[in-house]
């Protein structure tokens, strides 16, 4: 049974930085896309940045370019989003999601992904 695990949310100030990981097991996690998404209370789930097979491929929603960074490591089965500058605007539920197979589309559409994670809290606040 596969399985996506995030970790690494948690209380930050405006301005501060974390780091979220997601660790895949039960597949061959190097042969899949994998994106990160994000849910405030009251918003829909958002594409925040994903990241192709090798990670030669790699996007970010525009209110995160310049601040957020995705990097995977197919050895460790493993996904990081490291986030800096964090706003307020930036507090939601983070979920890591594996993208299905030679299916197409654009990678923000939550349909496209076939296995999520249980997802992270990150509250910025002061």
């Known amino acids: 049974h596969w399985q996506l695990v995030e970790s690494g949310g948690g209380l930050v100030q405006p301005g501060g930085s974390l780091r979220l990981s997601c660790v895949a097991s039960?597949?061959?996690?190097?042969?899949?896309?994998i994106a990160w998404f994000r849910q405030a209370p009251g918003k829909e789930r958002e594409g925040v940045s994903c990241?192709?097979?090798?990670?030669?491929?790699?996007d970010y929603a525009d209110s995160v370019k310049g601040r957020f960074a995705i990097s995977r490591d197919n050895p460790k089965n493993r996904i990081d989003l490291d986030m800096r500058s964090l706003k307020p605007d930036d507090t939601a539920v983070y979920f890591c999601?594996?993208?299905?197979?030679?299916?197409?589309?654009?990678?923000?559409?939550?349909?496209?992904?076939?296995?999520w994670g249980q997802g992270t809290q990150v509250t910025v606040s002061s």
């Open positions: 990241i192709s097979r090798t990670g030669e491929y790699i």
């Open positions: 039960g597949f061959a996690f190097k042969n899949y896309s």
């Open positions: 999601a594996r993208r299905q197979l030679n299916l197409g589309g654009r990678w923000t559409t939550p349909d496209l992904y076939d296995s």
